[in-house]
C-alpha cells in the first residue's frame, strides 16, 4: 500500500503560517522527513482558507518549486480548484505526480480530467457529487462510475484512477464507518482495475483515542482492498499497521516487510 504523507496541510493552523511566510526551511524539513519514512507520495495542499484563487496559485508554485529542489519523492496535488491543480503540474515540469482530486460533479471532471490525460498523471476521483457526499454505497458507487465514463470519454485509462470512497467522522454518523469500507470493497468489485485511496484520520475525528480507531480502520480498509492512504507517515502505529494487514492478506511475500519492520 502506498502511503500519501499529509503534513503538508494548510488548513493546519502551524502549517498555513508556514505557507503564509514562505517558511523555506520549515517546508523543507517536512517534505524530507516525510519522504525519510517511506511515504511514496507527498500531498500539498496550501489553500489558507483565507485569500483569493491567486494566492492559492503563487503559494502552490513556491511550494513545489521549493519541494523538488531537494525531494525526488512524486508530489500529490491537492487542491478543490482545478487552476490551482494546473499551476502545480505546470510547477512540476513533467515529473511524478497524483492530481488531488476531482468529483462527479460535470463541470469539475470536465476541467479536472483533461488535466490527467494532458498532464500523463494518475487522479484521485471522489465519491461525491454536486449534492455532496452520498450517505448510502450505491449512491457513492454512482459517483464513481460517472468520474470513470468521464474518464474513458476523455481517454483517461481506469489504471490509472484513485478513486477515494470518502471518510466521515463516525462521531457524526454510527453507520459511515461501513458505508465507507463497503463503498472501497464495491468499487473493487464493479470498477477492477481502478485503484482506491482514502484520508484515514477523518474516521476518528472527536473521539478519544483515535489512534486505536485508526489503526482498527486501516486493517478493514486494507482488507477490503485499500491501495493508498493520505496519513501520517510518522505515526508508527498506523505504519505498523500498514506491515501487519499487508502480511495477514498475503501482500507481503515470506512476510519479509513485516520481519524486516518488526526486527528494527
Ligand atoms: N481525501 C483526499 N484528499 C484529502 C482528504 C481525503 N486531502 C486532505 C485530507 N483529506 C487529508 N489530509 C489531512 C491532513 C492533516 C490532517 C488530516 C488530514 C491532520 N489532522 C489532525 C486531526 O485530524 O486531528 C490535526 C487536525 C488539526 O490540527 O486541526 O493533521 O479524505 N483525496
Given at each position: 500500500m502506498i502511503i500519501i504523507g499529509e503534513k503538508i496541510n494548510a488548513s493546519l493552523a502551524g502549517i498555513k503560517l508556514i505557507v503564509q511566510q514562505r517558511d523555506r526551511a520549515s517546508l523543507l524539513e517536512l517534505a524530507k522527513t516525510q519522504a525519510a519514512a517511506g511515504a511514496g507520495f507527498i500531498d500539498v495542499n496550501v489553500g489558507t482558507g483565507v485569500g483569493s484563487r491567486d494566492d492559492e496559485i503563487v503559494s502552490i508554485q513556491w511550494a513545489i518549486e521549493t519541494i523538488q529542489e531537494e525531494v525526488e519523492t512524486p508530489l500529490c496535488i491537492d487542491s478543490a480548484d482545478p487552476a490551482v491543480l494546473e499551476a502545480g503540474l505546470k510547477a512540476r515540469h513533467g515529473r511524478p505526480s497524483l492530481i488531488n482530486s476531482t468529483k462527479a460533479k460535470e463541470k469539475n471532471l470536465e476541467q479536472v480530467v483533461p488535466l490527467a490525460r494532458r498532464y500523463n498523471t494518475p487522479l484521485i476521483g471522489l465519491a461525491m457529487d454536486e449534492v455532496g457526499i452520498p450517505k448510502t454505497v450505491g449512491d457513492r458507487l454512482r459517483a464513481c462510475e460517472n468520474i470513470a465514463a468521464a474518464c474513458e470519454k476523455h481517454g483517461?485509462?481506469?489504471?490509472t484512477l484513485y478513486f477515494d470512497p470518502l471518510v466521515i467522522p463516525i462521531s457524526t454518523d454510527i453507520k459511515q464507518g461501513l458505508v465507507t469500507l463497503m463503498t472501497l470493497a464495491e468499487i473493487k468489485k464493479q470498477l477492477p482495475g481502478a485503484k482506491t485511496v482514502m484520508g484515514l484520520s477523518?474516521?476518528?475525528?472527536?473521539?478519544?483515542?483515535r489512534t486505536r480507531l485508526n489503526v482498527a480502520f486501516l486493517h478493514m480498509a486494507i482488507y477490503a482492498g485499500l491501495d493508498a492512504a493520505i496519513m501520517d507517515p510518522l505515526d508508527e502505529a498506523l505504519v505498523g499497521a500498514v506491515k501487519t494487514a499487508e502480511a495477514l492478506v498475503g501482500k507481503d511475500r515470506h512476510c519479509r516487510r513485516y520481519t524486516r519492520a518488526f526486527r528494527d
Open positions: 483517461v485509462s481506469l489504471e477523518n474516521v476518528s475525528y472527536g473521539l478519544p483515542g
